[in-house]
């Protein structure tokens, strides 16, 4: 058994020193290869180029090959914030169209509106409406029923309003006065069925007076 041991003990501390012997060699040939390596590079500017650039050449692919996954979620990431941006820009340009599109619809009204003055205004510097006093009025409500036409205007008896008196739209007859109230008053239109109006025809040899019924 004791010489058995002997043995043992003789072929591990063999191993041990072939294997220390083997890192030494190991550790010397490496030493001599840096030193080799530095020494040209150190000499030799183009060694030194060629070692760079061929250690450029080895490491370039391999560091690409890691950073990819890193470029892949930054253009991911450029992506949503570009479509997150294009999508608060579509909000902003359809809110700018509606506001237009107000300003459209206003701008219309008032442009029907001022050529509706400019008729009445027409009208009233006509030769016929000089011995006439003209007040102009609002419709503040259709106040019709089954049995009459009529509408609610905003001016009454405080602005010189009476029963009777003719109501135009423009050039246009479109009743008479048949209520009035301090500020304001009711008129019946012309197309209601108990309206009567007296009208006067001109053109012929003499003049005519009748009744128009609604």
Request: glycine share 6%; no cysteine.
């Amino acid at each position: 058994m004791q010489v058995r041991r002997r043995k043992l003990r003789k072929s591990f501390a063999r191993s041990i020193g072939m294997s220390t012997i083997q890192n030494q060699i190991g550790m010397a040939i490496f030493l001599i290869f840096a030193f080799v390596i530095l020494s040209a590079s150190i000499i030799s500017k183009d060694f030194s180029n060629f070692i760079r650039s061929s250690a450029m050449s080895v490491f370039m692919p391999v560091a690409e090959f890691v950073a990819s996954p890193v470029y892949a979620v930054r253009d991911g990431f450029d992506a949503v914030t570009d479509l997150s941006t294009l999508r608060a820009e579509n909000v902003a340009l359809k809110a700018e169209n509606e506001k237009l599109q107000k300003w459209y619809w206003a701008a219309q009204s008032l442009e029907k509106e001022n050529t509706r003055f400019e008729r009445m205004l027409n009208v009233i510097q006509t030769n016929i409406m000089e011995n006439y006093d003209i007040v102009t009025a609002q419709v503040l409500a259709d106040t019709s029923n089954e049995f009459v036409k009529s509408y609610m205007l905003s001016v009454g008896a405080s602005d010189g309003v009476e029963e009777g008196m003719a109501v135009l739209s423009g050039a246009h007859l479109i009743g008479r006065i048949i209520e009035v109230n301090e500020h304001t008053s009711r008129i019946m239109l012309v197309t209601d069925i108990s309206a009567k109006i007296p009208v006067l025809i001109e053109g012929g040899e003499e003049d005519i007076r009748a009744i128009m019924a609604g």
